[in-house]
């Protein structure tokens, strides 16, 4: 009998250590893809500062969004209307800055996510259609809003103090998009962690039910997690629009999936219950290292976009395991 016990007792530990390392598998893996590539493609310039940098440039948009993502996937809920979102919010944004200013044109932007955000959350929560169906359907209506009103063509945006503020800047050698990532960073992980609303978020992704009977008004969460991504979305289109200097329907095209991989990947339940933003801001700048690979590596776009498929396959796969 001791020996069975031992047995199990080594078993139990074993399970224990195997799920600890599980944990970590994200910081695991973006430390391995870092070495990889700079083993192989340091004569290709992976190593460089610049090249460092432009990651963050690139990821930056993709890790506001995600970090939204989180709340609104530990609720229990998806928002697929993102990427969609964050294409109008650009184009809104450079149509009011032309005809009334910088303040104008921020208002506008942030005001095209909350209304994107209103629409999901009333559908949702109120109506009772699913947030895969309203989100969908969002997609569709913004993309088709921003090729409307701006004639499916680019709205340049000269305001150089915009442009400097909301992605073209940086201050030393430090990109501004690369602190917009890490302000939004912190205050969502400390929204998350630290916070009653968090706390919320997490419960009633974890068991609507049992939430609502402990007091917890599911529905008002879950409307706040949709407006607060759509707002998310909008913001990282008016980066967008800040670092290219224009508005264009086509920015944030695909971004939903990227958004979703990086929360998923850092560790996020696609179920809910549970979320980190923390290990989101890493699934980004996996992906973005990944991407940042790739391209140096002279694949073509087609064979890029089969890779980050990959990627998403291997996010849900680790998810389904730690459920």
């Given at each position: 009998m001791p020996t069975e016990?031992s047995?199990?007792s080594?078993?139990?530990?074993?399970?224990?250590?195997f799920a600890?390392w599980?944990?970590?598998?994200?910081?695991?893996?973006f430390?391995?893809?870092?070495?990889?590539?700079?083993a192989?493609?340091?004569?290709?310039?992976?190593?460089?500062?610049n090249?460092?940098?432009?990651?963050?440039?690139?990821?930056a948009m993709?890790a506001?969004?995600?970090?939204?993502?989180t709340?609104?996937?530990a609720?229990g809920?998806?928002d697929l209307?993102?990427?969609a979102?964050?294409?109008l919010?650009?184009?809104?944004?450079?149509?009011?800055?032309?005809?009334?200013g910088m303040?104008f044109?921020?208002?506008?932007?942030?005001a095209?996510?909350?209304a994107?955000?209103?629409?999901?959350?009333?559908?949702?929560?109120?109506?009772?259609?699913?947030?895969?169906?309203?989100?969908?359907?969002?997609?569709?209506i913004?993309?088709?809003?921003?090729?409307?009103?701006?004639d499916?063509?680019?709205?340049?945006?000269?305001?150089?103090?915009y442009?400097?503020?909301f992605?073209?800047?940086?201050i030393?050698?430090?990109?501004?998009?690369?602190?917009?990532?890490?302000?939004?960073?912190?205050i969502?992980?400390?929204?998350?962690r630290?916070t009653?609303?968090g706390r919320?978020?997490?419960?009633s992704?974890g068991g609507e039910t049992?939430?609502r009977?402990?007091?917890?008004?599911t529905?008002?969460?879950?409307f706040?997690?949709?407006v607060?991504?759509?707002?998310?979305a909008?913001l990282?289109?008016m980066?967008?629009?800040?670092?290219?200097?224009?508005g264009r329907?086509?920015?944030?095209e695909g971004?939903?999936?990227?958004v979703?991989?990086?929360?998923?990947l850092g560790?996020t339940s696609?179920?809910?219950?549970y979320g980190?933003?923390?290990?989101?801001?890493v699934?980004?700048?996996?992906?973005g290292?990944?991407?940042?690979?790739?391209i140096l590596?002279g694949?073509?776009f087609s064979q890029q976009?089969?890779?980050?498929?990959g990627?998403?396959?291997l996010a849900?796969a680790?998810?389904?395991?730690?459920s």
């Open positions: 016990k047995g199990q080594q078993g139990l530990v074993s399970r224990a250590s600890n599980r944990k970590y598998i994200i910081y695991i893996g430390v391995a893809i870092f070495l990889i590539f700079a192989t493609l340091s004569d290709k310039g992976f190593l460089n500062p090249n460092l940098l432009n990651i963050f440039r690139q990821t993709i506001v969004m995600a970090i939204a993502m709340f609104v996937l609720s809920e998806i209307s993102v990427g979102v964050a294409g919010a650009s184009v809104t944004v450079a149509m009011a800055i032309d005809s009334g303040v044109g921020i208002f506008a932007g942030l095209t996510g909350i994107a955000g209103v629409f999901n959350g009333l559908l949702t929560t109120r109506i009772g259609i699913p947030s895969f169906l309203t989100t969908l359907a969002m997609m569709g913004a993309k088709g809003v921003a090729m409307w009103i701006s499916s063509a680019a709205v340049p945006i000269i305001n150089p103090i442009s400097w503020f992605g073209g800047g940086s030393g050698k430090l990109p501004v998009l690369l602190i917009w990532m890490l302000v939004i960073g912190v969502g992980h400390f929204v998350l630290r009653t609303f919320r978020v997490l419960a992704g049992a939430a009977y402990s007091g917890i008004d529905r008002s969460v879950k706040r997690v949709l607060i991504s759509a707002t998310a909008a990282a289109g980066l967008y629009a800040g670092r290219l200097q224009s329907f086509q920015f944030g971004d939903e999936l990227s979703i991989a990086a929360a998923v560790g696609l179920f809910g219950g980190t933003v923390v290990g989101t801001i699934g980004a700048l996996m992906i290292l990944i991407n940042n690979g790739l590596m694949l073509e976009l089969i890779a980050r498929g990627i998403i396959i849900v680790l998810n389904q395991k730690r």
